[in-house]
């Protein structure tokens, strides 16, 4: 079946330092890989859509300066959390999929810890 | 936008009790509908999905989910819980011209053995 892999599992950062969060098909390509964040109990909200070859579409409300995404290939996607904050410390998912409509196949996470 | 609601935030069976999970979307249109789910210190997975033809969608470890179009409902099912279902499900909705899938908030699901 389809994997996703993310990397780091768990990052522990400071205050005001960036962070680089990679997600991997490893199967298979991935046209678009999603990017979601993840609070206690809570649902998946969507943070951007990234396209290979193309600029990540963000949804309202995301900073697309802060949370920088890269689609350099078919196979990798990176989320930077730019500057970062202890607020931003979450639980980031990364989802790919080989067709628009067709199964998300999801990466285990990265669990940021921001101090 | 589209909305999609999870009615039952936290369950606690019994194990062998049956289980229904509801899903309700607001998109009026064709939809992909799908159900995932995270086990403890896991990723989420698919259990199973719906695109088209029969309603009555079957997935994995027993599951099952109908797709009711008139009520806008897509409800997972199981006759007969177990331990190891013990998990969080997703109720997720793909809208006919998009390709961003809609979460539900989730509901824990917890199994006394």
């Known amino acids: 079946g389809a994997v996703v892999s993310q990397h780091p599992s768990r990052v522990i950062c400071k205050s005001g330092t960036s962070v680089k969060i990679e997600c991997r098909s490893l199967d298979f390509q991935a046209t678009t890989m999603f990017w979601y964040r993840q609070f206690p109990k809570q649902s998946l909200m969507l943070m951007a859509t990234s396209n290979e070859g193309s600029k990540a579409t963000y949804e309202q409300g995301v900073e697309k300066d802060k949370f920088l995404i890269n689609h350099a290939s078919l196979t990798l996607s990176t989320l930077t959390v730019t500057s970062a904050h202890p607020e931003d410390s979450s639980f980031y998912i990364c989802?790919?999929?080989?067709?628009?409509?067709?199964?998300?196949?999801f990466g285990p996470g990265t669990r940021l810890t921001v101090l | 936008a589209q909305s999609v609601s999870q009615h039952n935030h936290h369950v606690i069976l019994s194990e062998a009790a049956s289980l229904e999970l509801g899903c309700n979307y607001s998109?009026?249109?064709?939809?992909?509908l799908f159900w995932y789910v995270q086990y403890p210190g896991q990723h989420l997975q698919l259990l199973l999905k719906?695109?088209?033809?029969?309603?009555l969608v079957k997935g994995i470890k027993g599951f099952e989910a109908e797709f009711i179009k008139s009520k806008f409902s897509f409800n997972l099912r199981k006759p007969s819980v177990q331990w190891s279902d013990t998990a969080e499900y997703f109720c997720?909705?793909?809208?006919?011209?998009?390709?961003?899938?809609?979460f539900g908030r989730g509901t824990s699901l917890i199994v006394h053995p």
């Open positions: 998109y009026g249109g064709t939809v992909n």
């Open positions: 997720a909705v793909i809208a006919g011209g998009s390709y961003i899938p809609t």
């Open positions: 989802s790919a999929g080989t067709d628009y409509t067709d199964t998300q196949y």
């Open positions: 719906y695109f088209s033809g029969d309603p």
